[in-house]
C-alpha cells in the first residue's frame, strides 16, 4: 500500500521514539474479544467534525474497494503491548475514531430494524457489532471514550443507550444540536439511502425487499470493517508532538501548548482529581491573558520555565548532584515539551501559584 510505505519512510528518522507502528483493519482495531479502550484526554479539543467530514469518510468507505487507508492515529502507549493491554490515550486521530464510532452505532441501529427477517449468521454478526462498542461481558464499559467537553461523552452514551448498545443513560438536553447526535443521524439518513437505491424500501420507507436491504447494509458493514488505519504507539507526549511535525494527517494538529496542558491536568487529575474543574479554569485564565496567537503563549512557557528553572530543577537534583539544572539550562521551541512533560511527573498543585 503506497500511502502506508510513504508513512514508513517519513517516520524513518523518528524510529526510536516510537513504540510500535503497526496497520490494522478496523475489525481487528474494534475486536470483539480485545478489552483495549481507545480513550481522548479530557481536556483534547472537543469533538468539531461536521457534515463535510462524514460525507467524505462514507463516501470514502462506501466508494472504494475493501481494505481503503483511512489515515493514522497516534496513541500514547506504555505497556509496549499493541491490542490486548486496556487502554491508548488517543493524541491524534480522536475525530477518526469518535466518527467511526458513531458509524458502528449508525449501522446497528439501522440493521435492527431488520433483525426479524435475519438468518442465524446475521443475527450473530448484529452481536459482533454491538462488542466492537461495548466490551464483551460488559453493559456500559464503551471501547472508544469521547472527551467531556461540550458533552461529548454524555451525548455519546446518550445515542448508544437509545439504540439500547450499552445500560440506560438519559439523553443530555439539546443533544440533536450539537455534533455527536448529528452525527449519527447523519450516517442513519444515508444508510436508509443506500437501502433504497438497493430497492429494499420504497419511498415511503415500507420494506419492499429485506433481503436486498440487509444485504446492502452488510457490504458497507463489510467495507468499514475492512478499511485500515496505520496506529503509532508511542510512550510520551513528547515523540507524539514530534510525530504531528512529521506527517501529514488530516485534521488540525494539536501544538506544544495543547499537549503541556493536557499532562498537567492528567496528573492533577490523578492527584486531585476532586478540583479539577478548579484547575482547568485556571489554566483558561492564563490562555485569555495571553489570547490566542500560538507564538505568544509559546514564548510564555519558554520564559515562564527560563525565569523559575532553579526551582523547577530542585525536584530533579539528587544531594549529590553536582548540575545546576537536571533538566536544561533553558527552555528553547524544539525542547519545551521534553522539559513540561518531565515536570509534570513531580507536578504539585502549587505550580499554578506561580
Known sequence: MMIWKNAERNLGAYRMSINRVNQYPISQLFDTDSKLIFEIPKYQREYTWGTAQWENLFDDLSENESGYFLGTIICIDTTF??????????????????????????????????????????????????????????????????????????????????????????MPKFAGVRRIKKAFEFFRKRLVKAIFDAKGTAANGQIVDPV????????????????????????????AYTLFESLNNRGTPLT??????????????????????????????????????YSTQERFFRHNYNAFRKAMNVPFLKPDDTRQYALKPLATRSNLLEIYEKISTRIQTDFWKL
Not at 436486498?212 to 515523540?239: Q, R, T, Y
Open 212 to 239: 436486498s436491504a440487509l444485504n446492502a447494509l452488510s457490504a458497507i458493514l463489510e467495507k468499514v470493517n475492512s478499511a485500515v488505519i496505520v496506529m503509532i504507539e508511542v510512550s510520551n507526549h513528547a515523540d
Open 81 to 170: 503491548d499493541a491490542i490486548n493491554a486496556p487502554k491508548r490515550e488517543v493524541v491524534d486521530g480522536q475525530q477518526r475514531l469518535t466518527t467511526l464510532s458513531i458509524l458502528f452505532a449508525a449501522l446497528y441501529s439501522t440493521l435492527n430494524q431488520y433483525r426479524a427477517q435475519m438468518s442465524d449468521d446475521q443475527q450473530s454478526d448484529m452481536l459482533q457489532l454491538k462488542r466492537r462498542l461495548v466490551l464483551k461481558g460488559s453493559q456500559s464499559q464503551i471501547r472508544v471514550v469521547p472527551q467531556i467537553q461540550n458533552n461529548n461523552l454524555d451525548d455519546y452514551k446518550g445515542v448508544l443507550s437509545e439504540q439500547k448498545i450499552i445500560a440506560e443513560h438519559s
Open 256 to 293: 506544544a501548548v495543547d499537549l503541556i496542558k493536557n499532562l498537567l491536568l492528567a496528573r492533577l487529575d490523578l492527584s486531585d482529581g476532586n478540583n479539577l474543574d478548579y484547575y482547568f479554569l485556571q489554566w483558561q485564565q492564563v490562555l485569555e491573558f495571553l489570547g490566542d496567537d
